[in-house]
């Protein structure tokens, strides 16, 4: 069955960092963009950034600068690497297979204290 199974989120300090995992079964991750969503109860889910299937790279505003996406082809996985994480970040990640209807569980992130 189509998967993407997201991972690393936590508690984390204002100012710190954490990457976040997201791993695709085979034919969502294959030549297809990848992408990093947020939400928060509430709202709106967010844009954040996307790698395309030729490693070309796009941020929002809101994490260009803090943020680095990226994809590692052999281990059918794309990660988020976040710095500079300010309570704002506070959100549930989900990862995206921009060709595919399909949406993780997502993943936790709380920045505070």
């Known amino acids: 069955q189509d998967r993407l199974v997201e991972s690393g989120g936590g508690l984390v300090q204002p100012g710190g960092s954490l990457r976040l995992s997201c791993v695709a079964s085979?034919?969502?991750?294959?030549?297809?963009?990848m992408g990093w969503y947020r939400q928060v109860p509430g709202k709106e889910r967010e844009w954040v950034a996307t790698v395309t299937g030729l490693n070309i790279t796009y941020y929002a505003d809101s994490v260009k600068g803090r943020s680095v996406i990226s994809r590692d082809n052999a281990k059918n996985t794309v990660y988020l690497q976040m710095d500079s994480l300010k309570p704002e970040d506070t959100a549930v990640y989900y990862c995206?297979?921009?060709?595919?209807?399909?949406w993780g569980q997502g993943t936790q992130v709380t920045v505070s204290s």
């Open positions: 085979e034919r969502l991750f294959r030549d297809t963009s």
């Open positions: 995206k297979a921009m060709g595919w209807p399909y």
